[in-house]
């Protein structure tokens, strides 16, 4: 068994990080407090390949493997988590599943735009009243002719007010369940589509997260994604792969939350010694750093399954689990480990644990993991 990176993957992990220290890192808090969008990192994001990571360069992405893009995630999450899911975003939930499920003229349409970072991209699933349950949606397509109609709401859309396409889902009849779900590459340059303003958040807060009204939107006849009927099918597995990014961003923030952690037990005495040297701060950090690694080989096997045939729900669904709960934990005991101060702003564990909040949430909260993992189960528990 080797986990070593290869010259690619390393190669990554460096370039990425030093464009994070040098280019992300500075403007992270400030971003913070006043929620503003950092378009230009975008840009050159853009530039770099992050945007199309997986993206075949046959469509102008940068065609590398799926570590390689959890390894540029995770490093973008130590420094700013919420440039890490702007770009987790358009790389799995936009380009993914077109790349994935998308015709020729479709993949030649749109993956260039998206990968070149000239356009940001989303993915509306998620709706004021089906979150979890999301076969439940009620955003509804007709056609009209020479184009498709949507009318609906979605809500809590990443990107939101700053992307162009989205990736999104609505049913020709909810009577139907999931069976009536189809999926569209949607264009939100359009008088049919209206975002509100941003949601004022705990965490993230330069990432956009709005609410979108879908008032007659057009979408072209060639944008639907995949066949009719089959767009739940393709927003579960677009979810089992993108599940493995919000693994990769909890690894990053919590990564980031031990360094601090590490930096200030080493600094900072208390009866007469660094306190790293008190046994209790010495056993806090060892644990934070034990579980950050079995995150990480969690998600480093749910890649290796991820590269089989057939699903890999069960594998993703533990690594995003395992991954954002550990990350949880990891960000409370950096706060305990840097006693008062660790509440304050001046100390970057608290954005951490604001940041970190929301891992356990989005792309299917923990207990929407748990019943996946537990269906994999029941299958088991069959053939015993
Ligand atoms: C910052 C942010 C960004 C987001 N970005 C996007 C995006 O870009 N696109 C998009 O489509 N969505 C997005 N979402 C939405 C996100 O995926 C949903 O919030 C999430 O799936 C949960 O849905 P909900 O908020 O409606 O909660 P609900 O589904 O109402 O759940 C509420 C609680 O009930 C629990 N629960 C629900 N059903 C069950 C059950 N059967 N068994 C046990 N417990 C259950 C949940 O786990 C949760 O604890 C985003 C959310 C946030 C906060």
């Given at each position: 068994m080797d986990f070593a990176l290869d010259e690619q993957q390393q190669m990554v992990a460096e370039m990425v990080r030093s464009f994070a220290e040098e280019r992300?890192?500075?403007?992270a808090a400030e971003r913070d407090r006043?929620?503003?969008?950092?378009h230009e990192i975008f840009a050159e994001m853009g530039e770099l390949g992050l945007?199309?990571?997986?993206?075949p360069e046959t469509y102008g992405?940068?065609?590398?493997d799926l570590l390689s893009y959890l390894i540029a995630v995770e490093e973008l999450a130590r420094v700013d988590a919420a440039v890490a899911v702007g770009m987790t975003v358009t790389n799995s939930v936009c380009c993914w599943p077109i790349m994935t499920f998308g015709s020729e003229e479709q993949k030649t349409e749109f993956l260039p735009q998206l990968a070149s970072g000239q356009i940001v991209g989303g993915f509306m699933l998620t709706e004021p009243n089906a979150g979890?349950?999301?076969?439940?949606?009620?955003t509804r397509y007709r056609n009209e002719g020479d184009h498709w109609r949507l009318d609906g709401a979605k809500a809590w859309?990443?990107?939101?007010?700053?992307?162009?396409f989205f990736i999104c889902l609505a049913t020709k009849?909810?009577?139907?369940?999931?069976?009536g779900i189809s999926c569209f590459i949607l264009d939100?340059?359009?008088?049919g589509v209206v975002f509100d303003p941003p949601e004022a958040k705990?965490?993230?807060?330069s990432s956009k997260t709005c609410m979108v009204t879908l008032d007659g939107a057009r979408v072209p006849?060639?944008?639907?994604?995949?066949?009719?009927?089959k767009g739940f099918a393709i927003a579960l597995a677009t979810l089992d792969h993108s599940r493995l990014g919000i693994a990769a961003q909890s690894v990053g923030i919590a990564t980031a939350a031990l360094e601090e952690s590490l930096r200030y037990a080493r600094d900072r005495k208390q009866f007469g010694k660094p306190?790293?040297?008190?046994q209790a701060i010495a056993f806090q950090l060892a644990d934070m750093d034990t579980e950050i690694d079995a995150a990480r080989g969690l998600m480093q096997r749910a890649v290796w399954a991820a590269g089989q045939?057939?699903?890999h729900s069960r594998e993703s669904a533990a690594a995003k689990l395992y991954a954002s709960e550990m990350c949880n934990r990891v960000v409370g005991q950096a706060i305990q480990i840097h006693?008062?101060?660790?509440?304050?702003?001046?100390?970057?564990v608290e954005r951490f644990f604001r940041d970190a909040r929301v891992v356990t949430i989005y792309e299917g909260t923990s207990e929407v993991q748990r019943l996946v993992i537990a269906r994999a189960l029941a299958e088991r528990a069959k053939a015993l």
């Open positions: 992300v890192r500075p403007g006043t929620g503003e969008f950092p945007l199309g990571m997986m993206v992405g940068a065609g590398m979890s349950d999301a076969a439940s949606l009620t859309i990443t990107n939101g007010e700053v992307g162009r009849d909810p009577a139907l369940g999931p069976k939100a340059r359009q008088d705990m965490g993230l807060r006849k060639t944008a639907m994604l995949g066949d009719e009927g306190i790293m040297e008190h045939p057939g699903r006693g008062g101060y660790g509440f304050s702003s001046e100390y970057p």
